[in-house]
């Protein structure tokens, strides 16, 4: 008797493992699901809403995926089906999001050095605005308990991309002088007559639009 029992306790315990690691197919693709929880405050995901998203592979698929969301924090696409969570698998070229201003975002995987990544490309063209998205955990002190906490902070940078080369951008009028160099008067003339402020984004767009509909 105490045999069938510990028979049936092993079972369990490789029943409970494997199902960690459940392998599922969606339109063909292997995903894996996630178990990793955390008590970190904060939320490590790009969009705060699960949305439905598009997916392109290396291989040249594309896949529709309803209830999906970017881990910021592992750069890894996740999507929910019956109450578990699965990281997408394939090598992902690129893919969209909504978020949680109902604007579609679209993200490439390129690379800068010997780093690849995911970038939001903003504006296209020679050069195309990227901006790329990240999270850190940082501790913070409760202003009522003066505990220290751990806390995921979201961040976001600038890049251009000319002629296949990615580079971090300050957003400042010199910084665009350098990058636009070949039409810098035109470019500068521009910020300065709709009293631009590269800081900003819309107005950032505006240059880039501007200097790119010059060639």
Request: hydrophobic share 35%; charged share 20%.
């Amino acid at each position: 008797m105490k045999k069938i029992i510990l028979y049936l306790i092993f079972s369990a315990l490789i029943t409970s493992s494997l199902a960690q690691n459940v392998t599922v197919g969606l339109g063909g693709k292997p995903l894996l699901k996630s178990v990793v929880k955390s008590n970190i405050q904060g939320s490590p995901y790009f969009n705060s809403h699960l949305t439905t998203g598009k997916i392109k592979t290396a291989g040249q698929q594309e896949f529709e995926v309803k209830n999906l969301r970017y881990n910021l924090e592992t750069q890894q696409l996740e999507y929910i089906e019956n109450a578990n969570v699965y990281i997408v698998q394939d090598a992902i070229q690129s893919f969209t999001l909504i978020d949680s201003l109902g604007k579609l975002n679209e993200f490439h995987l390129l690379k800068s050095g010997n780093t690849t990544g995911f970038y939001k490309i903003i504006v296209n063209g020679n050069p195309a605005l990227l901006k790329q998205y990240s999270v850190s955990k940082e501790s913070v002190q409760d202003w009522y308990t003066k505990k220290t906490l751990e806390k995921l902070v979201h961040h976001d940078q600038y890049f251009t991309n000319k002629a296949g080369v990615i580079q971090k951008l300050i957003p400042s009028a010199k910084s665009l002088s350098k990058i636009m160099a070949d039409k810098e008067t035109e470019v500068i003339t521009m910020i300065k007559s709709e009293q631009l402020n590269p800081k900003r984004e819309d107005d950032l767009i505006k240059i880039f639009n501007f200097y790119n509909s010059l060639k």
